[in-house]
């Protein structure tokens, strides 16, 4: 009693200081470019999008009252709150394996993951809803077709069903959680064939997953297409390269101390050297390990990225709490923070301070460039910063331009690619009540080409500004000199950050829209 009674202590303290910490970066940093561009989803809801399902824009229209509160904090509040959830929820599927203080130890683990504690659980990404709705999944999963087969258990996987609706419509990649599911079935419990729960569980995931098919066939399924080729291999020869960037990207983010005790306790399973229920592991290997080797196996072609396969190692730090636990038990000890939880909270401490003393501070690299167009080009923590700094010099600049009216200074501002057109939408359009409009090929300008639709696209003879900066650098000359009488640069500003000047950015006049462009979504 008294050992429940401080693992469930501990349990609060762990909640409460994740959430007070991921509410502090979350209010404190600023958007990093994916982050920003789904903040669209919300501005604009639709049944799905060009890069993925809807979900985590509703989200964010949830936890903004609509937008209503629009700061980077109550954006990014879903992760902070989702996040807190999971913790928990990682605790409960822990306790439900083997015991709580197994549970605990998956809780730490988990909030020591890289992936889940920032990228997922601080960081707004269609992983945030992703991963609590994968492991509300696992949850269930593991209640009910890991045991037998009875009315409680047929009462779980329906929920299973429902859980796992809302993950695709949060990802494509929790797929491989139906997919998992029924390699366990097929495989190691065919009684469920003779349920009709088991049926009845796949078409309400499948039901919920609809508005999603109805959005792409209504949109020559481009979402599907989009994805499935970022990971065709057959164009592409063999990249050794890219291979050892996502194994590594893979350790990193799911915290190198994570990754390996992971290995370890997966070798130990295989072995039968942990004391675990072997169904339920089962289930768990067949849900995680395809996802993990499929887009290793993909990087030998193409580049891929680490985090795709984010929700599969959490699924493997259950793994790894029961290999903790037994091996507190051959040592006769029943410790709260084993050493390998000390170090993986370390390595994640050590990453957050470092992470936030280069992106606020530039503590630790700086890059000159050695052009006034490539300042910071090779410095990726600039990706979180200078927006805001921009913001308020972009401000002045339409203020200045009321007078001295070179332009009308609420012309629409273009961009080529999402990036950095949603940044250039959040921080410098957005307050001043400007549209950004996008002038490209789908390929970059992904949901933006449906934005300028919304937003009337272009008339003749308009005029309309260009922002780019020196960190991804794009002139706008060759790109949209056909389509204007003139191309000018206005003001280059300069970004500081502690100081030091580590970024320009370049404001261009469009001028005279001589040439109009014709609707990449015509058909559509």
Avoid: C
Avoid at 154 to 181: C, D, H, N, Q, R
Avoid at 214 to 232: A, E, K, L
Avoid at 276 to 305: W, Y
């Amino acid at each position: 009693m008294n050992s429940s009674r401080k693992i469930r202590r501990a349990m609060l303290i762990l909640v409460l200081l994740s959430l007070v910490v991921r509410g502090f970066f979350a209010a404190f940093l600023e958007f990093g470019n994916d982050e920003v561009y789904y903040w669209t989803y919300a501005l604009y809801p639709d049944l799905s999008h060009f890069d993925h399902p809807p979900m985590v824009g509703f989200l964010i229209q949830f936890t903004s009252l609509n937008l209503v509160f629009d700061s980077e904090f109550f954006i990014r509040l879903g992760a902070v709150l989702l996040g807190t959830f999971n913790i928990w929820l990682v605790f409960l599927i822990g306790r439900n394996i083997r015991d709580e203080l197994t549970g605990f130890y998956a809780a730490l683990l988990y909030t020591a993951s890289i992936y889940a504690f920032i990228i997922a659980g601080t960081f707004i990404l269609p992983d945030t809803p992703q991963l609590t709705f994968w492991l509300i999944t696992v949850y269930f999963l593991i209640r009910s077709i890991a045991g037998p087969v009875n009315r409680i258990a047929k009462g779980y996987l329906l929920i299973a069903g429902l859980a796992a609706g809302f993950a695709l419509l949060s990802k494509y990649t929790s797929v491989f959680l139906l997919a998992g599911a029924f390699l366990y079935v097929l495989i190691y419990n065919r009684k469920w064939f003779k349920t009709k729960e088991l049926y009845l569980s796949a078409v309400m995931a499948l039901i919920f997953f609809l508005p999603v098919f109805m959005w792409n066939y209504n949109n020559d399924f481009i979402s599907f297409t989009f994805q499935t080729d970022r990971v065709g291999i057959f164009d592409a020869g063999f990249r050794g390269d890219f291979f050892f960037t996502e194994l590594g990207g893979q350790m990193l983010y799911n915290n190198p101390v994570n990754f390996i005790l992971g290995i370890f306790a997966l070798v130990a399973f295989f072995r039968g050297k942990i004391s675990m229920d072997a169904q339920k592991g089962k289930l768990m290997i067949l849900i995680a390990l395809p996802l993990i080797f499929l887009f290793l196996f993909f990087s030998l072609f193409r580049h891929t990225l680490p985090h795709w396969t984010g929700p599969a190692w959490t699924t493997i730090i259950f793994f790894s709490a029961v290999y903790l636990r037994e091996a507190g038990i051959k040592r006769s000890g029943k410790k709260l923070l084993p050493s390998f939880v000390v170090t993986s909270l370390a390595v994640l401490m050590l990453v957050l301070i470092l992470g936030v003393m280069q992106i606020r501070g530039g503590m630790l690299y700086t890059d000159p460039g050695n052009r006034p167009e490539n300042i910071g080009e090779r410095d990726i923590s600039l990706d979180m910063y200078g927006w805001r700094q921009l913001s308020g010099e972009f401000e002045q600049i339409v203020e200045k331009e009321k007078e001295l009216a070179n332009i009308d200074p609420m012309s629409p501002v273009i961009s080529h690619r999402w990036f950095p057109a949603a940044n250039i939408d959040y921080y410098l359009a957005r307050p001043l009540g400007i549209d950004v409009l996008g002038l490209g090929g789908l390929d970059g300008l992904h949901k933006y080409a449906w934005i300028t639709q919304y937003r009337e696209g272009f008339i003749p003879g308009m005029d309309a500004w260009y922002v780019t900066v020196s960190r991804d650098f794009k002139d706008p000359v060759p790109m949209y000199g056909p389509f204007f009488e003139n191309v000018e640069l206005a003001y280059t500003i300069p970004i500081y950050r502690n100081g030091k000047h580590v970024m320009n950015a370049f404001i261009y006049y469009l001028k005279d829209m001589k040439k109009m462009p014709l609707s990449i979504l015509a058909n559509k």
